[in-house]
């Protein structure tokens, strides 16, 4: 049934040749950009549609935003027009947790309303600030999406948005109003080189220039199915031409792909649409096994094309599940696997190779060789977590751990609390430092523990466990680090609502000795004083506030 494994290094060649095309062609461009459709349908759940590559989302940790993905850390720089005035993150005051306009938030696991915002409403509509976000990102192509909601209540904002590149030269523009139930805006982006790129969201209504989110997804070029993870040639010849018309016409445009860069999409959408709609009728009549194999993964291509990211996953799933329910070996069908999630490692987004690599040690478990299962699950997602590619890091640990039946290594328990944390599940990231600190109290690495455990805990707001683990490192942690500790501590204090408490700590520090000599932990002392003052000098003036309401 298995064509010669030989031919699986057809998918690397490929892909490699389509993207020496893309180099050739752009080495010769400039970067290029154009407005894509709008968004109106995913609204806050941008997870699995968005942000394949980075993310940053305004106030999902009270007033601090949250950056991640594969992609980050990137440079990203976001400010407004003026020079004296920063940009705000609000968090909104309103609960949003069962509200789906809003942006989930991978921290608290609800949807939060939060933003970026210019403080325009100190302004004269016209005069700005405006909002403006620089990224730098490396060579190929991107969709790069915005998402706007009217956050707190209906405030009739509308902006202008134009981006351009690291030269000043406007690449696309377009304009944005009405989104109250929420809205994408979309930009495909063609860099034929690591540039730079502008946005300018300036406001022409409202009071203000708001961003709930910004998103990057990484773009590959078109990719044909692996043959040889199909049947014989002969085999194929049987298959249906409903099958081989669509896979061929989107074959067909490969060429004018890596020509066109960013145009090609507007040129060509029709033909992509012809293309899924035939797909999806084909996949509607009962195919056969391994044609149902091969539709999937043209049918995940072209939606990719189309700019349907979240359909594209789903393909790209069912497309590994059909190949995972064929008749064989699971042992060969595991070492087939192996080897395409080596051919997409050369150009393929991040989440692809790691669904292939998760598809390829579930092959492995059914083999009943819990040793192999193990130490593969580990190797992937240790490689994955080095990728910054925490989910699918996750879940390759997770897999380890259903294999092994010996005490995990400490190496591996701090990678996977590590890789929790930084997915944003920090309930079970903070439950696995727990285990960690219990399991090995006298390792060196203990202070690596007790500050996660510190981290998560203050994440989720439980500043008395946040506490109990930031004075656990103050006694037994890198005495070079204990001044930022005990300043950690006060800022502790002054979230928990013990104002007078962080001021006094805050205060003592600033006149021992040991700050005297710590120019870095005075300033970071200095700064959260003011934080502290400010925010005393605040409640007092509500406090007067309620008492003069109060008398009249």
């Keep these: 049934m298995w064509a010669s494994r030989a031919g699986l290094a057809l998918l690397a060649l490929s892909m490699?040749?389509?993207?020496?095309?893309?180099?050739?062609?752009?080495?010769?461009?400039?970067?290029?950009?154009?407005?894509?459709?709008?968004?109106?349908?995913?609204?806050?759940?941008?997870?699995g549609a968005y942000g394949s590559y980075v993310h940053a989302?305004?106030?999902?940790?009270?007033?601090?935003?949250?950056?991640?993905?594969?992609?980050?850390?990137?440079?990203?720089?976001?400010?407004?027009?003026?020079?004296?005035?920063?940009?705000?993150?609000?968090?909104?005051?309103?609960?949003?947790?069962?509200?789906?306009?809003?942006?989930?938030?991978?921290?608290?696991?609800?949807?939060?309303?939060?933003?970026?915002?210019?403080?325009?409403?100190?302004?004269?509509?016209?005069?700005?600030?405006?909002?403006?976000?620089?990224?730098?990102?490396p060579q190929g192509r991107y969709l790069l999406s915005l998402y706007f909601f009217e956050i707190d209540w209906i405030q009739y904002r509308a902006y202008d948005l134009r981006l351009y590149d690291d030269k000043d030269k406007l690449l696309a523009?377009?304009?944005?109003?009405?989104?109250?139930?929420?809205?994408?805006?979309?930009?495909?982006?063609?860099?034929?080189?690591?540039?730079?790129?502008?946005?300018?969201?300036?406001?022409?209504?409202?009071?203000?220039?708001?961003?709930?989110?910004?998103f990057l997804d990484k773009l590959s070029p078109i990719r044909p199915f692996p043959l040889a993870l199909g049947q014989s040639r002969d085999a194929r010849r049987r298959w249906s031409p409903a099958l081989d018309k669509p896979r061929g016409r989107l074959m067909s445009l490969v060429k004018p792909q890596?020509?066109?860069?960013?145009?090609f999409w507007p040129d060509h959408r029709k033909d992509l649409q012809d293309i899924r709609a035939g797909l999806e009728r084909f996949l509607k009549d009962d195919p056969g096994p391994m044609e149902a194999v091969c539709a999937h993964w043209v049918l995940s291509e072209c939606c990719e094309e189309l700019l349907d990211l979240a359909a594209s996953r789903e393909q790209f799933q069912r497309f590994l599940a059909a190949f995972a329910a064929q008749d064989g070996n699971a042992h060969s069908?595991?070492?087939?696997?192996?080897?395409?999630?080596?051919?997409?490692?050369?150009?393929?987004?991040?989440?692809?190779?790691?669904?292939?690599?998760?598809?390829?040690?579930?092959?492995?478990?059914?083999?009943?060789?819990?040793?192999?299962?193990?130490?593969?699950?580990?190797?992937?997602?240790?490689?994955?977590?080095?990728?910054?590619?925490h989910s699918g890091a996750v879940r390759l640990y997770g897999m380890m751990l259903d294999a092994m039946t010996d005490t995990t290594e400490l190496d591996d328990a701090l990678s996977l609390a590590k890789a929790l944390e930084e997915i944003g599940d920090y309930r079970v990231a903070a439950q696995r430092y727990e285990w960690i600190c219990q399991a090995y109290p006298d390792s060196d690495r203990m202070a690596e523990a007790w500050h996660g455990l510190y981290w998560t805990w203050f994440v989720l707001a439980d500043y008395a466990k946040s506490r109990a683990?930031?004075?656990?490192?103050?006694a037994e942690g890198p005495i070079e680090r204990v001044n930022e500790y005990k300043v950690l501590l006060a800022k502790n204090r002054l979230l928990a609502g013990e104002r007078d408490q962080a001021k006094q700590m805050l205060e003592a520090l600033l006149r021992s000795d040991a700050f005297a000599k710590d120019a870095k932990n005075r300033a970071f002392a200095q700064a959260w004083l003011r934080n502290v003052q400010e925010d005393m000098a605040r409640n007092a003036i509500r406090a007067g506030s309620r008492t003069q309401a109060g008398g009249k």
């Design 16 to 47: 490699a040749t389509s993207a020496l095309a893309q180099q050739q062609r752009s080495d010769a461009s400039s970067p290029a950009a154009v407005a894509v459709f709008d968004d109106t349908a995913t609204r806050g759940h941008w997870q």
């Design 57 to 137: 989302l305004g106030a999902m940790k009270g007033y601090s935003p949250l950056f991640g993905g594969p992609g980050w850390p990137c440079h990203f720089h976001i400010t407004t027009g003026n020079p004296k005035d920063r940009v705000r993150v609000w968090p909104s005051p309103f609960d949003y947790a069962l509200d789906d306009r809003a942006l989930f938030n991978p921290v608290k696991g609800v949807h939060t309303g939060g933003a970026f915002d210019d403080h325009g409403e100190a302004y004269p509509l016209g005069q700005g600030p405006d909002l403006f976000v620089q990224v730098a990102l």
């Design 173 to 214: 523009q377009t304009d944005v109003s009405d989104f109250f139930e929420g809205k994408y805006k979309r930009f495909l982006v063609d860099l034929p080189s690591p540039r730079g790129l502008k946005l300018h969201i300036a406001r022409k209504g409202g009071p203000n220039a708001i961003l709930c989110g910004l």
């Design 258 to 263: 890596n020509e066109k860069g960013a145009r």
């Design 333 to 389: 069908r595991a070492e087939l696997l192996r080897e395409l999630a080596e051919g997409l490692r050369l150009d393929a987004e991040t989440w692809r190779v790691a669904a292939a690599d998760v598809a390829y040690v579930e092959e492995l478990a059914k083999s009943d060789n819990k040793q192999l299962t193990a130490t593969e699950a580990r190797r992937l997602a240790r490689q994955h977590f080095s990728d910054r590619d």
């Design 469 to 474: 683990a930031l004075e656990k490192l103050i």
